[in-house]
């Protein structure tokens, strides 16, 4: 099991940015398949990003592709989401997701991943 605590959320206006961090803990992170879901308040969660463990491959959910950028550096064991152009109908919990299972592609469904961090809130105002 790993442990993942994430942070960088907070209050910001339409069109601004925020980064978003995931510290995990244990000596394997660069093995883990890591992604970014997030669930808006009434609804389910969803996939926003997921970024292989050698962080060459990365995919999006079609509403952030463009303005989500997701990124890792395995010396720190630390996974990053940077938001650019952020919009009302990005406000919603995010949360870190590690998959310690080796995958041939990385995969969308959070079905596949085995932990979570504890979520931070991300509020973009009109």
């Known amino acids: 099991q790993v442990q993942l605590v994430g942070s960088g959320g907070g209050l910001v206006q339409t069109g601004g940015s925020l980064r978003l961090s995931c510290a995990a803990s244990?000596?394997?992170?660069?093995?883990?398949?890591m992604a970014w879901f997030r669930q808006a308040p009434g609804k389910e969660r969803e996939f926003v990003g997921v970024?292989?463990?050698?962080?060459?491959?990365?995919n999006y959910a079609n509403d952030v592709k463009g303005r989500f950028t997701i990124s890792r550096d395995n010396t720190k064991n630390t996974l990053y989401l940077r938001m650019n152009g952020l919009k009302p109908e990005d406000t919603a919990v995010y949360y870190c997701?590690?998959?310690?299972?080796?995958?041939?592609?990385?995969?969308?469904?959070?079905?596949?991943?085995?932990?979570w961090g504890q979520g931070t809130q991300v509020t973009v105002s009109s």
């Open positions: 970024i292989s463990p050698g962080g060459v491959s990365t």
């Open positions: 244990g000596r394997t992170f660069n093995s883990y398949t």
């Open positions: 997701a590690a998959n310690r299972a080796f995958t041939i592609v990385p995969p969308r469904s959070e079905t596949n991943y085995d932990d």
